[in-house]
């Protein structure tokens, strides 16, 4: 069968002039736009990002699917069944689809499952990823400092998906990256002050959208139940400047 192509778009963290000229000159051509959104009647919040750039266009169908923000697997399947059976058709019909996704494909994006089952779905289709500014590198933007320098290690971590083992984690690794915040931000706050680092953590909310949020005083955000577009940078810059002191890199570890 000769489907049309599927198209991975990364939009960026926020601010529409971050998107690339890869995923505009993408998002204009193609026959279809998908567009995931959290419920029936919430916005898009990628086709808020694209819309002042891509617009509206008479010969272009926008296909909102609606995935629910949920860990069940029986409400995440029934979405993408839905989702599926919508992309399906117009692909097999020859349509293009762009399926616009926040941030780049490649990190905790809903493209990534769609990517996995593309192939067993519609066997010999072209699947084209177009990748985008991540939030993981929008943050430091905004922050305006590195994330990590020399022979300083990362760590990211889905918070929502637990942090018992957040303290190892942030005693392990120089910069610590907390994403899908949620209702954990208690806890994360906790093992910020059991390690001495609540100092060392910036919580920045809505990089680059007009909502934007910074704070290093985390104690002040305690209360927020994590923004869905929030994320927490621990540097601990005990270890980065590789041109200021001669320190071998082995040294530098058993120093931990
Ligand atoms: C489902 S993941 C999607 C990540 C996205 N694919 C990316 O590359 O940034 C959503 C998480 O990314 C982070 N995030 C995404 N956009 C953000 C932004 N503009 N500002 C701060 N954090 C953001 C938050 O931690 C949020 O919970």
Redesign the pocket.
């Given at each position: 069968m000769n489907y049309g192509t599927l198209y991975g778009v990364?939009v960026g963290?926020?601010a529409p002039d971050l998107l690339t000229l890869r995923a505009v000159e993408t998002l204009q051509r193609v026959d279809v736009i998908a567009l995931p959104r959290s419920s029936d009647y919430g916005s898009s919040?990628a086709w808020r990002i694209i819309e002042p750039v891509v617009g509206k266009r008479s010969n272009q169908e926008r296909l909102f699917l609606t995935f629910p923000m949920s860990k069940e697997p029986a409400r995440l399947r029934q979405a993408w069944d839905a989702a599926f059976a919508k992309i399906g058709e117009r692909l097999k019909s020859g349509r293009s689809v762009a399926f616009a996704?926040?941030?780049?494909?490649?990190?905790?994006?809903?493209f990534g499952y769609l990517l996995g089952e593309a192939p067993r779905r519609w066997p010999g289709i072209r699947v084209e990823v177009v990748p985008?500014?991540?939030?993981?590198?929008?943050?430091p933007a905004?922050l305006g400092a590195p994330l990590a320098d020399g022979l300083e290690r990362i760590a990211i971590i889905?918070?929502?998906y637990g942090v018992t083992d957040l303290v190892t984690i942030l005693n392990t690794f120089d910069t610590t990256?907390?994403?899908?915040?949620?209702s954990e931000m208690p806890k994360v706050i906790e093992a910020l002050e059991r390690t001495g680092l609540l100092h060392k953590a910036a919580y920045?909310?809505?990089?680059?959208?007009p909502e934007?949020k910074v704070t290093t005083d985390l104690r002040a955000v305690r209360g927020e139940r994590?923004?869905?577009?929030?994320?927490i940078v621990v540097a601990r810059r005990e270890r980065s400047g590789v041109l200021a002191g001669e320190v071998s890199p082995n040294a530098a570890l058993a120093q931990r």
């Open positions: 990364g963290p926020g919040t996704t926040e941030g780049d494909p490649s990190l905790y994006s809903t985008g500014v991540s939030s993981i590198a929008a943050v905004v889905p918070a929502n990256i907390l994403m899908k915040i949620g920045v909310a809505k990089a680059t959208m934007q994590g923004d869905c577009f929030a994320m």
